[in-house]
């Protein structure tokens, strides 16, 4: 009888130093594959939104369509202008002043030089951005969501974006519990909410969701 209980505590002993060591290493490795994810998402978020940025400066607006954003890449180029600052008598003004050349008018002119791709320019001429619509995860076949549109903000309309992945896709084979506990993050360091994202339809700001520390582990 001795014997068995001693067995007992054994057992009990082991599962629960089996049980302490996943709380304590289940958290340590969740947090390691997020931030090795969250990188890989950010960084194509960052693409996107130059990719956006990019068309409401040609284009004059934003758009919600990959399809459209992949064609204006391929096709699009940026004009290479020169300032220049110019100045020329206020005819009007020294008229009824009685003066010859009294008063001046200061303008800059842009002079265009020429025309670079916008491809070239955004990603050195490689093809990325034909999968940028891609959440990179390896096992997980799903796009960014991304939207477009006009933002009305006291009478004056501006033009928004955004783009976003659930954290339910991008950690989604991961413990559930931690996810959840992720998706309730509010903090400064943390990506706050149940999405990585940058834009907003409800703001204009086309920043991403993200503290800066993961703006640094970015490689291109």
């Known amino acids: 009888m001795k014997l068995v209980i001693q067995l007992i505590l054994w057992v009990v002993i082991i599962v629960l130093g089996y049980l302490l060591y996943n709380s304590i290493s289940g958290p340590i490795e969740f947090n390691k594959v997020k931030e090795a994810r969250y990188v890989k998402v950010i960084n194509k978020l960052k693409d996107i939104k130059a990719a956006e940025l990019a068309h409401q400066e040609i284009t004059g607006s934003f758009t919600g369509s990959f399809d459209s954003l992949v064609r204006f890449i391929d096709t699009a180029q940026f004009a290479i202008v020169q300032r220049r600052d110019t100045s020329y008598p206020d005819v009007v003004k020294n008229k009824a002043f009685g003066l010859t050349e009294g008063y001046f008018i200061e303008e800059t002119i842009l002079d265009t030089l020429g025309f670079t791709p916008v491809r070239d320019s955004l990603f050195g001429g490689t093809d990325r951005y034909k999968q940028m619509m891609k959440i990179p995860i390896e096992g997980v076949d799903a796009e960014f969501e991304l939207r477009a549109g006009k933002l009305n903000k006291s009478g004056t309309f501006y033009s928004v974006f955004e783009a976003r992945a659930p954290k339910d896709i991008i950690l989604g084979d991961l ?46």
């Open 175 to 220: 413990d559930k519990d931690l996810l959840a506990q992720e998706k309730q993050v509010v903090s400064v360091d943390g990506v706050n909410g149940a999405y990585i994202k940058v834009g907003s339809m409800d703001e204009v700001d086309t920043s991403g969701n993200w503290p800066k520390i993961y703006d640094s582990q970015i490689k291109q």
